[in-house]
C-alpha cells in the first residue's frame, strides 16, 4: 500500500479506513480491538462485510474494502513461490524446448 503506483494510491485510504472500521467495530461489539478477538469473533465481523451483495447498507464501504483487501492479499500470496507452487504454476523457468500449447486448448479458444 505504500507503492508510489496509481491502483496502490487509489486504494490506500480505503484499506486504511478499513482497518479503522474492522478496529471500531470489534470495539464496539467486543469492547477491545480486532486483533486482541478470538478467531470466530473476528470471523463473525468478517462475515458481515465479505460479500458486498449481501451486506447492509451501513456497511457497504466495509464490503467494498474487504473485497480490495482480499484481492491484494491473494495477489500477494499468489506471487510468491508457495502460492505459485499451489497454483502449479510452471512459468518462470527455462525450457529445454517448448512444443507450443495443447491442442485442446488452442481448439477451445477456436485457434485451431
Not at 482480499?70 to 512444443?99: C, M, W
Request: glycine share 10%; net charge positive; with cysteine.
Amino acid at each position: 500500500m505504500s507503492a508510489p503506483y496509481p491502483d496502490c494510491r487509489r486504494d490506500r485510504p480505503l484499506v486504511l479506513a478499513g482497518f479503522g472500521w474492522l478496529d471500531a467495530e470489534a470495539a464496539r461489539r467486543f469492547g477491545k480491538g480486532f486483533v486482541a478477538l478470538d478467531p470466530g469473533q473476528r470471523t463473525g465481523i468478517c462475515d458481515d462485510i465479505c460479500d458486498a451483495t449481501r451486506a447492509a447498507a451501513a456497511r457497504r464501504d466495509a464490503a467494498r474494502f474487504f473485497a480490495v483487501y482480499r484481492d491484494l492479499t491473494a495477489a500477494g500470496f499468489y506471487s510468491t513461490p508457495v502460492g505459485r507452487e499451489d497454483l502449479g504454476y510452471i512459468g518462470n523457468v527455462p525450457l529445454k524446448h517448448f512444443d507450443g500449447p495443447p491442442v485442446e486448448l488452442l481448439r477451445k479458444l477456436n485457434l485451431a
